[in-house]
């Protein structure tokens, strides 16, 4: 019959060792009640309310960390008191009011120093009151648990103490009269019954008339009142009596003032004992030095550096199944620290889900489970009359039965203990069924058939524990994807066994089946060089990164500078061309308006020459702008030379079917066999494969020419045009005029189409655009774009 899940849990907690992690907890609180309830805790398994957990731990820890003057007095133990404050009429003993007194004044100053906390909510609200409550206790008890000398007990203590005197006095008579002082075993006074007493030889019994009270069991003493000390004993006893009859009014008054605040005295309580047992996992999380578990995004379970906190010198291991795995087979020698690595997970999984931090690195991250299942190590139910194999299977059977997807289940050399052949097979289905269920596994065996088992199925993964085959030591190093060797013959070696027996079971190993050590001692040099190659590879990755960046920065750099350049020019072009073009028309009016003669002649002269060596000198700052802006290039690509080849940056080329003509920026990349380049046709820059490249001029570089005025309009025509004009952000009139151009510039260079960007907006332009061009006679058809090109903000214009 399979196990209750109940019991599955239990086995699971006394197994991985959790009560033993819970009690180290348990001994950082200052609260016996506290450390109570942090030994009977179990694992949360509501991801909410683990990550509240464990951000109530942290923030607190960070207080402790602060070095604040953390108050660290202990807190009585006044749980128990409550159901008797709620009897009508009932009396605290003096210590029982003295308990709750300490507790709220150390409570409150606790929750003073710990100060607000976003995690630690609603603290505040019972604590004035409570506080009116430890006044009502003090006024009647001292700080050391005493009842105060009160004014309405201050005349008894009086009537004591003379009595007292009195006797004392009587009784030292009979101590130094020398006849009855030898009739006394000592000259000290007795207590009996709370009265006065002497301690008489048995023989002087009679000597000394009174009561006798006691008899030692020697029989050599009697203890006897003397009759004239009898009535002082009496008035004695009364006056005691009637102390405690006022201190019990006292108290009685106390209880009932107490009573009036039981209410806020058990929230005040349960808050204080909650903040507490949060301060001693802190205090423990600090103590071990513990890393807070961040949470598993996609069921990852990742271990960094982590060491069991139970071992005196623990071996960090490292752990890791991501959200693909969920299923990791364990192999590797014994005594290699697969129970270890196994126990180490399972437990980490429930010290996260109480809200500790765990003693590993930082990277550790693991989800939350809703049960943690174990089977680990050697056991035989004598109860139940089982063979180890069969606890096992019965075990087994139970977690099979509760597991869910959510789960976390841990078997320790699953499959052994009978048959090896039969063990396997049976493991094999066990892992079948519970893989189906989707539940997060982690199991270790020494079986070869799990080993391939991992590589035919999904989500499953092999994993080994490192073994120095020289020291024939453990690593204790957990490597994912390679299985691991059993090495069970080297070890026997090594502890003893004689060599004959060790070499006549090689030669046994040898005739039952092919050795595959050297397969998986391969398979690890691989991964030892493939690990190599990605620690590498992630070097050249940042470093390639980093030179990008700088890379770009420079490439924005030299893009702004060129931006800067074009306006530049820009400007003071459209300044030359406005002052030339008003010149220029008054010299034509002027000619049309009169007969030609020689001054006007001149005039003309004079005008065109001065407009050539203004030209000159503005060709002469283009050139010196074009030499600055190619030494930022150089700079910008300094790092991604082009490669030998016949294209090279600054090479005019034709692109594409079309034949467009274009000037090489720079090599962009190599994709397969081929090179690509960046060109620059019109204000676009594009990448193009090299076979897509035709040299134009020869293949020379491009120079930089000025655009010229009207004597050069074939030149300045193929230089202004552009595929695309892009005419947002001008006003209509400018819009117009540029679109004018474009037309003339496209006619002369022999452009069959072109685009034209005028935005949406408020329609002002693609309206304005669609008026001039169904008015101009160089235009065969225009339409929108397609959606994805631009669609009404974007106009494609064929030309006639």
């Known amino acids: 019959m399979a196990i209750d899940k109940f019991s599955l849990t239990r086995k699971a907690l006394n197994l991985l060792e959790y009560g033993k992690i819970m009690e180290r907890a348990a001994l950082c609180a200052c609260s016996e009640e506290a450390a109570a309830i942090i030994r009977g805790e179990t694992p949360l398994d509501d991801p909410l309310s683990v990550e509240a957990r464990k951000s109530a731990i942290m923030a607190i820890r960070d207080r402790i960390d602060s070095g604040d003057g953390e108050p660290r007095s202990g807190l009585p133990s006044i749980g128990f008191l409550f159901p008797k404050l709620a009897v009508q009429g009932t009396v605290l003993e003096t210590d029982e009011a003295y308990a709750i007194g300490v507790f709220v004044e150390q409570g409150a100053a606790v929750r003073k120093w710990l100060g607000p906390q976003p995690a630690l909510p609603d603290l505040d609200a019972e604590l004035p009151q409570c506080l ?8 009647v ?53 709370g009265r006065a007493v002497l301690a008489v030889k048995v023989n002087f019994r009679g000597r000394i008339p009174g009561i006798v009270h006691e008899v030692s069991s020697s029989g050599q003493t009697v203890f006897v009142e003397p009759t004239e000390l009898v009535e002082k004993n009496n008035e004695l006893l009364i006056e005691q009596r009637n102390l405690d009859a006022e201190i019990r009014r006292l108290l009685r008054e106390l209880s009932a003032a107490v009573a009036g605040y039981r209410d806020e005295l ?37 271990l960094r550096q982590a060491r069991h906190p139970l071992l005196a010198k623990p071996v960090p291991i490292d752990l890791e199944m991501d959200g693909n795995i969920n299923t990791l087979i364990i192999t590797g020698p014994n005594t290699g620290g697969k129970t270890v690595a196994l126990k180490t997970a399972g437990l980490f999984a429930m010290m996260n889900q109480s809200g500790l931090a765990l003693p590993a690195r930082e990277g550790t991250a693991l989800p939350v489970f809703d049960d943690i299942y174990a089977d680990i190590g050697d056991e035989q139910s004598i109860d139940q009359s089982l063979s180890t194999f ?3 299977i019965n075990n087994i059977a139970g977690i099979i039965a509760h597991a869910t997807e959510n789960s976390l289940v841990l078997l320790d050399e699953l499959g052994a203990g009978t048959d090896p052949g039969e063990g396997s097979a049976l493991a094999m289905a066990i892992l079948d069924h519970l893989i189906e269920k989707k539940t997060r596994l982690i199991i270790t065996t020494h079986h070869g058939v799990l080993k391939n088992y991992a590589y035919s199925r999904r989500g499953v993964e092999n994993a080994s524990v490192e073994f120095d085959a020289r020291t024939l030591s453990p690593a204790y190093r957990i490597v994912n994807g390679i299985p691991g060797e059993s090495r069970a013959l080297d070890i026997a070696g090594k502890n003893g066994l004689a060599p004959e027996i060790i070499a006549q079971a090689r030669a046994y190993l040898a005739d039952g089946r092919s050795d595959v050590s050297a397969l998986i001692s391969g398979l690890k040099e691989k991964h030892r060089e493939l690990d190599t190659a990605v620690q590498n590879a992630r070097a050249e990755a940042r470093q390639l990164r980093e030179d990008r960046r700088r890379s770009d920065l420079t490439e924005l750099r030299l893009r702004q500078k060129e931006m800067e350049l074009k306006q530049g020019g820009l400007g003071k072009l459209r300044a030359l061309l406005d002052e030339s073009r008003k010149t220029l028309e008054n010299l034509v009016r002027e000619v049309r308006e009169g007969e030609l003669n020689r001054d006007k002649t001149l005039r003309v002269k004079a005008f065109l020459d001065e407009l050539s060596r203004t030209a000159e000198a503005e060709d002469a700052a283009l050139d010196d702008e074009d030499r600055a802006l190619a030494a930022l290039t150089r700079q910008a690509h300094d790092t991604a030379e082009s490669p030998a080849g016949e294209f ?19 090599f962009d990349k190599k994709k397969g066999q081929d090179n ?19 040299m134009a001029d020869n293949g020379k570089k491009s120079e930089t020419k000025s655009p010229g005025i009207g004597w050069a309009a074939d030149i300045t025509a193929q230089q202004d045009f552009r595929i695309e004009l892009d005419l947002r952000g001008m006003r209509l009139e400018e819009a117009l005029a540029a679109l004018r151009r474009q037309l003339d510039a496209a006619v002369v260079s022999g452009a069959g189409e072109f685009s034209v960007v005028h935005g949406m907006g408020d329609g002002v332009l693609q309206k304005g655009v669609h008026e001039y061009l169904k008015n101009e006679a160089a235009v065969a058809d225009y339409r929108f774009s397609r959606p994805e090109l631009g669609g009404f903000g974007r106009t494609e214009v064929r030309l006639s």
């Not at 009116?132 to 006024?139: C, M, P």
């Not at 309405?152 to 006849?179: H, M, P, V, W």
């Open 132 to 139: 009116k409550a430890a006044e009502e206790i003090f006024r």
């Open 141 to 193: 008890i001292d700080k050391n648990g005493n009842v105060r000398d009160l004014p309405c007990l201050r005349a008894i203590k009086r009537r004591i103490q003379s009595l007292g005197e009195d006797l004392n006095t009587a009784l030292a008579r009979y101590a130094t009269d020398g006849e009855r002082g030898r009739m006394l075993q000592s000259p000290l006074p007795s207590l009996r019954d």
């Open 266 to 302: 058990g929230q005040f309580h349960k808050k204080i004992v909650e903040i507490e047992c949060l301060r001693a996992k802190a205090r423990y999380s600090r103590d071990i030095k513990g890393y807070f578990a961040r949470n598993g995004e996609g069921r990852g379970f990742i």
């Open 390 to 392: 069969s606890a096992h």
């Open 648 to 666: 090279q940056p600054g090479m005019k080329v034709y692109v594409g079917e079309k034949r467009l003509g274009g000037t090489i920026v720079r």
């Open 676 to 694: 690509f380049w960046i060109v620059e046709t019109g204000n676009l820059r594009i990448s193009f494969s090299e076979k897509e490249l035709r």
